[in-house]
């Protein structure tokens, strides 16, 4: 079993900038995409940024040009790149990775959330 672990969240002020990592436990096969999602107390999970196996991204408008989403293959490793953050990016973060199993079944795993909060 898989297990996605989150780093790099906490407090910064509004502009400033943080890095979460999604450090994987062991290395996984056949990645179809790598998501970052947010979500707010009382609020649904939001997707806002996404890599696919091919490298190509898709950001939400409300991050477009301020988040960057990456990996890092040979460390098992996802990267989301904050900068100019803003107090409505207060959420907690949660990555989340879509493979496809030797068996040919999807397969999801997520991580445990790390809580970004911007204030001054």
């Known amino acids: 079993q898989v297990q996605l672990v989150e780093s790099g969240g906490g407090l910064v002020q509004p502009g400033g900038s943080l890095r979460l990592s999604c450090a994987a436990s062991?290395?996984?096969?056949?990645?179809?995409?790598v998501n970052w999602f947010r979500q707010a107390p009382g609020k649904q999970r939001e997707l806002f940024a996404a890599?696919?196996?091919?490298?190509?991204?898709n950001y939400a408008v409300s991050v477009k040009g301020r988040f960057t989403i990456s990996r890092d293959n040979a460390k098992n490793t996802m990267y989301l790149q904050m900068n100019s953050l803003e107090p409505e990016d207060k959420d907690v973060y949660y990555c989340?990775?879509?493979?496809?199993?030797?068996?040919?079944?999807?397969?999801?795993?997520w991580g445990q959330g790390t809580q970004v909060t911007v204030s001054s």
């Open positions: 062991k290395n996984i096969f056949n990645i179809k995409a």
């Open positions: 890599i696919t196996s091919g490298g190509s991204t």
């Open positions: 989340n990775v879509h493979t496809i199993s030797p068996q040919g079944y999807p397969m999801s795993y």
